[in-house]
């Protein structure tokens, strides 16, 4: 954390959280209105500008506001983010997903269907065995601002195609996160991927969260740390 001076670990960790809630540029007016660097705004835009060579942040040419870049998602998921077990979710995963439920693909459509609408993105659920794919989530990216953008929409399912066909060839532990062009498949540079393998029912399982790069890590990847440890205690 050592590459950026405390003040541009504030602003940058205020810009990315305003990005992810708003889906807008960020301006140095709004964050000098919204919170109490002890900096005028045109201070912060001087620290957004060493952002901005630092490839941190990025100026879309129709806004005065920033963008986080890669790096700066990257940057935010390495430093910012708390892992911890929800246990509010494991309680409404006991509720709601029987651990008597003997259709094993009904079993794990409901647990693709519980992670999507907390997540409020994509989820994939794909067995290495048999194989079959669950999916979910298509109602809540579709409410999401990127998916106005033709682009962004065609760009997500040519990569869910490829994704499929080369699922094995992603190798996660217990944890991998994604990030834009780190994703090791094409069409993916403005899609981020947290996922998880994970032994079911004498399956390997193959848990995905997908998303604009703009998805909030923090809720998403204490999702998968969540379902997991559900996994290993109840089934």
């Not at 835009?45 to 790096?71: C, W, Y």
């Not at 499929?164 to 780190?182: V, W």
């Not at 604009?212 to 969540?226: D, E, G, H, Q």
Request: hydrophobic fraction near 40%; charged fraction near 25%.
């Amino acid at each position: 954390m050592d590459i950026l001076s405390e003040r541009q670990y504030e602003i940058l960790k205020a810009l990315i959280d305003e990005y992810i809630r708003t889906a807008e540029p960020i301006s140095s007016d709004f964050l000098a209105q919204k919170y109490n660097f002890g900096l005028c705004s045109s201070a912060i835009r001087i620290e957004m500008q060493l952002l901005n060579k630092s490839g941190f942040l990025e100026q879309p040419h129709t806004s005065a506001g920033r963008v986080p870049t890669d790096r700066a998602y990257r940057f935010f998921v390495d430093n910012f983010y708390k892992q911890r077990i929800e246990k509010n979710l494991i309680e409404e995963l006991s509720q709601n997903i029987s651990k008597k439920n003997n259709d094993y693909f009904e079993l794990f459509n409901q647990i693709a269907k519980f992670l999507a609408d907390a997540s409020s993105s994509l989820v994939v659920i794909h067995s290495l065995k048999r194989p079959v794919s669950w999916q979910q989530g298509w109602e809540s990216i579709a409410r999401e601002p990127e998916f106005k953008d033709r682009d962004f929409a065609i760009n997500l399912l040519n990569f869910l195609d490829d994704f499929e066909e080369k699922i094995e060839k992603f190798k996660p532990q217990e944890m991998s996160i994604y990030i834009g062009r780190e994703i090791p498949t094409p069409k993916a540079r403005d899609l981020s991927l947290i996922c998880s393998f994970s032994s079911v029912l004498s399956n390997d399982i193959f848990i995905s969260i997908i998303g604009p790069k703009r998805m909030n890590y923090n809720r998403n990847i204490n999702l998968i740390y969540t379902i997991n440890k559900f996994l290993k205690d109840n089934l």
